[in-house]
């Protein structure tokens, strides 16, 4: 019974049609479908990047800390300085009038400027105001990670 049942329904097997009464009907030989070129497509994928400007896990987390405690929100404190937390940092010098530029989490040369001028307002050495975040900035800003030997948090 179950073999008339599949029979019935032209059941295929290898490109073979089963007919009513199990016979092979229409049997022809089979090529395969000429190959089509598949469209290509670009796709960006952009990986935010982690930068603590040489800070490590600690010192980055001590950072986030003032930020915070200073009304700017970092998100996680973490020790990853990723774009929430240099957003934080760039509203942060922003509104202190040290002029990092546009708010959009990342690391160019303006935010670097307005982060020596934070710096140098505070005493440290920074090489200069050049946008560049060269030893000296990274020295200076792993200086500040520290209050008194310790940390912001």
Same mark, same amino acid.
């Given at each position: 019974m179950l073999t008339r049942a599949r029979a019935a329904v032209g059941l295929t097997a290898g490109?073979?049609?089963? #007919?009513?009464? #199990?016979?092979?009907?229409? %049997?022809t030989t089979a090529t395969a479908a000429p190959a089509r070129p598949m469209p290509t497509r670009t796709v960006t994928v +952009?990986?935010? %990047?982690? =930068? =603590?400007? #040489?800070?490590? +896990?600690? !010192? %980055?987390?001590?950072?986030?800390?003032y930020v915070r405690d200073a009304g700017f929100n970092p998100g996680a404190i973490d020790g990853q300085l990723g774009s929430?937390?240099?957003? %934080?940092?760039?509203?942060?010098?922003? /509104?202190? #009038?040290? =002029?990092? @530029? +546009?708010? /959009?989490?990342?690391? @160019?040369? =303006? +935010?670097?400027?307005g982060l020596q001028r934070f710096l140098v307002y505070l005493g440290y050495d920074t090489g200069g105001i050049d946008g560049v975040a060269g030893a000296k900035t990274k020295a200076a800003w792993k200086a500040f990670s520290?209050? !008194?030997g310790g940390s912001w948090c």
């Open positions: 490109g073979l049609v089963l #007919g009513l009464t #199990g016979a092979l009907v229409g %049997a +952009t990986v935010q %990047a982690v =930068n =603590n400007l #040489g800070l490590s +896990t600690s !010192e %980055a987390k001590s950072v986030q800390c929430g937390s240099w957003r %934080a940092w760039q509203s942060f010098l922003n /509104d202190r #009038g040290f =002029n990092a @530029g +546009t708010v /959009d989490g990342q690391v @160019g040369p =303006n +935010t670097i400027r520290y209050l !008194e």
